[in-house]
């Protein structure tokens, strides 16, 4: 496929710290999914792996060099995991700042700990972006239920109230359609602070995944197309079909919001695209993202990939798509009647698996996912969907 997502450098560049390079130990804090594909892609560099969460025997550990089990707010422990390693990153954004500040007493920590502190809150982060000029869903702070009335009041209905903090898929929000329901919807954040915003409604559910290098370098995998069911990312197509107005605007807000937050990594940036064709930023993740899973088998450098070459001050790889791709995520709940039929799914020779190791398969978490790749998106999404249904027809 052609050059469409070429990478940029700064035009302005300073003086860089020396690249870490294959042979060095790469530390990540958190053990899920996102990590385990990160060590993957390490290790397949030729670099060491260590990790630290509370978990043992977790999804990364399983591929780590060095397993560390310990709570994240062990300051001894994560300190002396900071002195075994030349680099730390993050697998998910509700690290304790406490934390990433003990990291990065001794070694460099990529995004920053000014990253994670806007994402780990939705008000900061909603704060920052707006003070950026950058466009985001209508908003409004609640801190009571007196915040939550002259909320509604301003914004009108329906709207969506949200904790501030945690919270993910769908977890931690509650719609509000009605006036009558504002005293329930405040109990439930149970005295958090919280944000309400507007319901957008949207056409689309779009991302951007994109990387920023200690240089300046940017590179991105242009927009993605996402569908949700019960909040939880189901299926992401690539590229999108949005046409060229809205993926090049797509480009210069994702390029904005990195270069604002001075990233040096991996983050994604969620839209909403209005009737209009106009695109609001749903949030950002600071980190490799679900909807691009499907980099790993689609483009030349997958967002692991370019993940590690941004923390390691490395040139970024190319993030040009070898073939439109289709990524289904793959839900405990293909498990409930038994084990999935592996062996069904592998006659499908354009479907690749990838499992995440977890030993206990539940309903709505992710257990993995399988990519296809195809002359279209249309037909790429058509081959992942049905190589999921045959693995068992009872669920899908």
């Not at 300073?14 to 594909?37: E, H």
């Not at 950058?134 to 969506?160: H, K, M, N, Q």
């Not at 931690?172 to 958090?192: I, K, P, Y």
């Not at 439109?324 to 499908?348: H, I, K, R």
Request: hydrophobic share 40%.
């Amino acid at each position: 496929m052609t050059n469409t997502h070429p990478i940029s450098q700064s035009s302005h560049l300073t003086a860089l710290p020396s690249p870490i390079l294959p042979g060095a130990i790469i530390g990540i804090l958190g053990s899920g999914q996102l990590g385990r594909m990160l060590a993957i892609a390490a290790r397949t560099m030729g670099y060491r792996v260590a990790v630290f969460s509370p978990g043992s025997s977790t999804p990364t550990g399983q591929i780590a060099n060095l397993e560390v089990t310990a709570d994240y707010n062990d300051l001894d422990a994560v300190r002396d995991f900071a002195q075994q390693v030349d680099v730390v990153t993050y697998e998910f954004e509700n690290v304790p700042a406490a934390t990433a500040a003990a990291v990065a007493e001794f070694v460099p920590l990529r995004p920053g700990t000014h990253v994670l502190h806007v994402a780990q809150n939705r008000l900061r982060e909603k704060d920052a972006l707006a003070a950026a000029g950058l466009p985001v869903t209508p908003y409004r702070p609640v801190r009571s239920s007196a915040d939550l009335e002259r909320g509604v009041a301003e914004l009108g209905l329906p709207c969506i109230l949200k904790t501030a903090e945690s919270g993910y898929d769908g977890k931690g929000q509650v719609r509000l359609d009605s006036a009558e329901n504002l005293s329930v919807a405040w109990h439930a954040m149970q005295g958090r602070e919280a944000i309400l915003e507007s319901f957008v409604p949207f056409e689309r559910e779009l991302s951007v995944v994109a990387a920023r290098g200690s240089d300046g370098a940017f590179a991105h995998y242009g927009v993605i197309e996402n569908d949700h069911v019960n909040h939880i990312l189901d299926v992401s197509t690539a590229p999108s079909v949005v046409g060229v107005a809205i993926s090049a605007e797509a480009e210069r807000l994702t390029r904005a919001v990195l270069k604002t937050l001075d990233v040096v990594g991996v983050l994604c940036v969620e839209y909403f695209l209005t009737g209009d064709g106009s695109l609001l930023i749903n949030e950002i993740a600071p980190r490799p993202h679900n909807s691009g899973h499907l980099t790993i088998d689609a483009c030349v450098t997958s967002q692991f990939e370019q993940q590690l070459r941004a923390v390691c001050g490395l040139p970024l790889g190319s993030a040009d798509f070898h073939a439109p791709a289709a990524m289904v995520n793959l839900l405990g709940d293909l498990w409930q009647n038994g084990e999935p039929d592996w062996q069904a799914l592998c006659t499908f020779p354009r479907v690749k698996l990838h499992l995440y190791g977890k030993q206990e398969a539940r309903i709505g978490r992710k257990m993995g996912h399988i990519t296809a790749t195809a002359d279209t998106t249309t037909h790429a999404k058509t081959i992942a969907l049905r190589a999921r249904h045959a693995l068992t027809v009872a669920s899908y």
